[in-house]
């Protein structure tokens, strides 16, 4: 009696590390509901909370993560107006980060405003998600984020690794357009849509950039502790597919997601390139960026 006491026990804490190890995420969420008076605040408090256990206690992959290599991230959700004691329209800014190989350094995977978000919450509701049965605006739209995150992640330490979790994307974007009260999922409404973005990121003619996203991050940023000049270089060679992005979808929005999550990150890099890389540089990333001239003026030097 004894004996199988103990390994239930034993075998209850197994269970309770693989989980403790599991979560693939180390999210913070904020609302900031600054913009709306004469109103009960504490939904929001409420809200916020339950979002972040939400997002963190949840399994996202079958990959086990240890605690220091969860994803850092960063839903900032600010409401703009409240129609009435349960329907909201907001904006959400998400980000993530990712540690660079060997150093204290982190770099940008994500760096995104969504400004078409509109949802119903009534406060105590339990935050759930099933993949059949989206349970509102907010949840699906966060969700995802989610995984458009984790296949960022996953495709900066290996080619096209991203593949799953950009698949798990799609198909949210694919169920939420049925539902006629979400908003943000049109087809074709607007390049920078969540239509937009993982169509883009799961279009065949663009795989170019999912593969200069790794060379970016594990042949470039990665490599940069042991050999500083190599990954530099490999990272500024890299650089002309952003180029054949363009020419291949002109309006894609991967364009101004790199620009937003790694601009400034490159400028930087070019730091310490040859003046003749700094000039070959900048030419390439004005002609695709010309209204950030601001951001890339420290290459002229």
Known sequence: ????????????????????????????????????????????????????????????????????????????????????????????????????????????????????????????????YVETNLQSNLVATLVFYIYVILG?????????????????????????????????????EKPNS???IISSLTDEALKDYRTFWYTYHRKGLDEMSANADRGRTTIINALSVLKTVREARPGTILLQMFADSKLSEVVKIYSKASSQEKKEGYDLLNSLYPTMTNTLEPMKK
């Open 1 to 128: 009696m004894k004996k199988n006491l103990w390994i239930g026990i034993i075998l209850c804490l197994l269970l309770f590390v693989k989980e403790g190890y599991a979560q693939e995420l180390n999210a913070k969420v904020n609302i900031n509901s600054d913009k709306i008076t004469g109103t009960n605040k504490q939904v929001f408090t409420t809200l916020q909370t339950a979002l972040m256990e939400f997002i963190n206690s949840r399994s996202w992959t079958n990959t086990t993560f240890a605690t220091n290599e969860r994803i850092e991230c960063t839903f900032n959700i600010i409401i703009n107006k409240q129609a009435d004691e349960v329907n909201f329209s907001a904006e959400l800014q998400v980000s993530a980060l990712r540690p660079v190989y060997n150093s204290t350094y982190v770099t940008n995977l994500l760096n995104y405003r969504d400004t078409q978000l509109e949802f119903s919450y009534v406060e105590g509701t339990p935050i759930e």
């Open 152 to 188: 960022l992640d996953f495709d900066s330490f290996s080619p096209l690794g991203g593949d799953p979790y950009f698949i798990e994307a799609q198909q949210i974007a694919s169920q939420a357009q049925s539902y006629g009260t979400f908003s943000g999922w049109t087809p074709f």
């Open 194 to 196: 969540r239509h937009g």
